[in-house]
């Protein structure tokens, strides 16, 4: 996988992809979803979730420069038609995903850090969430990667905590949308 020559980006390592994907499974994740990979870089966990069976993923990237390699590793790893590139804040991407004709099973969340500080309701992270919620199958899963001192609220909308992990000095909450 291409990365680029500056610290623009953190991409996940392997081992720590490896793990997040085999806690995703006991979800029966990824085969056969829809996926949204959000604040996405270089693509990392949505070309995994496209090798590991997801259908269709849709990349939501704010640098142009990064989009450039992002491509490149989408078109390297032949998965063109199972994926979209949206170039935008994915804060303020979600006129762009509401039109989307299908809910999505899986969304990754994983701004940079500095953007994950404030988690209170009303903070930019907390309105991305509640808006998510409408936009995931009933159950859906979000994932949301922040620094390791970071720690999510419990509920979101209907959005709700059900798994939290740490790998080094990063954390992993999952959330799943409310049961209606």
Not at 4 to 33: N, W
Not at 71 to 79: D, H, L, Q
Not at 85 to 104: C, G, L, M, P, Q
Not at 130 to 140: C, F, H, T
Request: proline share 3%.
């Amino acid at each position: 996988m291409l990365s680029p020559k500056a610290q623009v980006s953190r991409p996940i390592t392997d081992r720590v992809k490896e793990s997040l994907f085999s806690v995703l499974y006991k979800y029966d994740l990824p085969a056969g979803a829809t996926v949204a990979d959000l604040f996405c870089g270089i693509g990392s966990l949505g070309l995994e979730a496209l090798s590991r069976g997801a259908e269709f993923v849709t990349f939501v990237e704010q640098d142009k420069r990064i989009i450039s390699i992002l491509k490149k590793n989408i078109e390297k790893a032949g998965f063109v038609k199972e994926s979209k590139v949206i170039r935008a804040d994915a804060f303020r991407i979600v006129h762009v995903v509401e039109t989307s004709e299908n809910k999505y099973d899986l969304v990754f969340v994983d701004p940079p850090y500095v953007r994950t500080e404030n988690v209170r309701a009303g903070s930019p992270l907390a309105c991305l969430f509640e808006s998510l919620a409408d936009k995931i199958i009933q159950e859906g899963i979000v994932v949301v990667r922040t620094s390791m001192d970071v720690s999510l609220m419990e509920n979101y909308g209907n959005l709700k905590v059900i798994e939290r992990r740490r790998w080094g000095t990063m954390s992993v909450t999952i959330l799943r949308g409310k049961i209606s």
